[in-house]
């Protein structure tokens, strides 16, 4: 048995975890694989709308184990919290288990996040300041604290040694803070880490496999944040794409089996950095207020644009995508003329894939497609459809060269069409 692979191809907020949720009852595990509470993945099902940070989107669905993988940095602050807020909704969770490589983001983390983005002032990269980039870094400096150092009869050691570190790096940038609430209620929300499984999650994962289960590994972020292959320095601080997924679970690239890749029917970006086909004008304006778009995590509004076709193969040819799933296809109804970038402009030449340069002097390259008027969000079945809508995902298979299995017209687990 291979384990299957969900990931954004844009830059995040593609909806994945909807899909998680959506596919979660074909699976026994669910696994996050890299990033930390900087992701925010909604979940809209019996009226329930509801949003993840750390936690699997399999989370809601009895008798499916949820796996927290040692790729995934992890605040027990914000746990706590999201455990709280699901025990709220008397929604009964499915098992959860937190390997005891992940990395734990500690107060001073969060402070240091925050002094590195004001001292970039207008070059900031629009970081959302929960501590996700200084404990990668920690982590790969060979300095961080794991969540298996928590059962270690000197755990307190190793945190103020670390804690003497970090006051330093606030001492350079000159950065004025508090931190006694902040480890108070960090020590507090150890308490609730410690009443989950902590597990030896390669190996929980390798005796999964060999055993037939069936696994789901879900991403966080989306492709163009990838720390290696997204719009740099504009990017996360993890390995969004489905390399990801070995290195964040302990899974071998032979043992990988569908690559799902995500994406919406249009394309936003939060934060700083490149956006080659972003819109600034009423149509901008429209996707932004029809689609929702402001972030799950920030609240911070998206920037929006056109979907963007070199940036999506660019995307499916890193991660190795077998099946494509367009969200948000209901946003885009009552635009009369839909536009796609199907190529840039750069220093005179027309080219059709992402290069090194800066893309900020990128100038999109647009083909027109008829729009509908058709409110998708009633649909039950896709043959339903205008033939319009038919015609723009075919062309989409055809430029991206993958099938598209699952179009989204909704928030809903229930408004998801199959094909």
Not at 132 to 146: A, E, F, Q, S, V
Not at 296 to 318: E, S
């Amino acid at each position: 048995m291979k384990a299957d692979v969900l990931l954004g191809l844009q830059w995040g907020d593609e909806g994945k975890g909807k899909i998680v949720d959506v596919l979660t009852s074909r699976y026994d595990i669910i696994a996050r694989f890299q990033g930390g509470p900087n992701a925010g993945h909604t979940l809209e099902f019996d009226g329930i709308k509801h949003v993840l940070h750390t936690i699997p989107s399999g989370i809601f669905h009895k008798g499916v184990i949820n796996l927290i993988g040692n790729g995934v940095v992890i605040d027990p602050v914000i746990f706590e919290n999201e455990i709280d807020a699901i025990n709220k909704l008397n929604i009964e969770m499915s098992e959860l288990l937190i390997s005891k490589k992940a990395h734990l983001i500690l107060p001073t983390h969060k402070l240091i996040d925050a002094a590195s983005e004001q001292a970039k002032g207008k070059q900031k990269i629009g970081s959302t300041l929960k501590g996700i980039g200084p404990t990668y870094m920690d982590k790969t400096g060979r300095n961080g604290l794991r969540v298996g150092d928590i059962s270690s009869p000197n755990f307190k050691e190793k945190y103020e040694k670390l804690k003497r570190k970090h006051i330093q790096i606030l001492h350079f940038y000159d950065f004025k803070y508090e931190l006694d609430k902040l480890e108070s209620d960090w020590f507090s929300s150890l308490t609730t880490l410690k009443k989950f499984k902590h597990v030896e999650s390669e190996h929980y994962i390798h005796t999964a496999i060999k055993s037939g289960k069936k696994i789901l590994a879900e991403g966080a972020q989306g492709t163009l944040l990838d720390i290696d292959f997204g719009s740099y320095p504009f990017v996360t601080s993890s390995n969004t794409i489905a390399a990801g997924a070995c290195t964040g679970l302990g899974i071998s690239p032979n043992k990988i089996g569908e690559v799902f890749g995500i994406f919406k029917a249009y394309c936003t970006r939060v934060g700083s950095g490149p956006f080659p086909s972003e819109l600034f004008d009423e149509v901008g304006a429209r996707l932004g207020k029809v689609g929702n778009e402001f972030g799950a995590t920030t609240g911070r509004p998206r920037r929006c644009g056109w979907i963007d076709i070199p940036a999506l193969k660019y995307a499916i040819n890193i991660n190795g995508v077998t099946q494509l799933m367009m969200m948000k296809a209901d946003v885009l109804s009552g635009i009369p003329k839909i536009k796609a970038c199907t190529h840039y402009q750069l220093d005179g030449q027309k080219i059709d894939y992402l290069p090194f340069e800066d893309n900020e002097n990128l100038t999109p390259v647009y083909k027109e497609i008829k729009g509908w008027n058709m409110d998708l969000m009633q649909l039950e079945d896709l043959s339903k459809a205008p033939q319009e809508v038919h015609d723009y995902i075919e062309w989409l298979e055809a430029e991206l060269e993958t099938k598209i299995t699952i179009i989204s017209v909704g928030p809903d687990r229930k408004q998801t069409l199959f094909r």
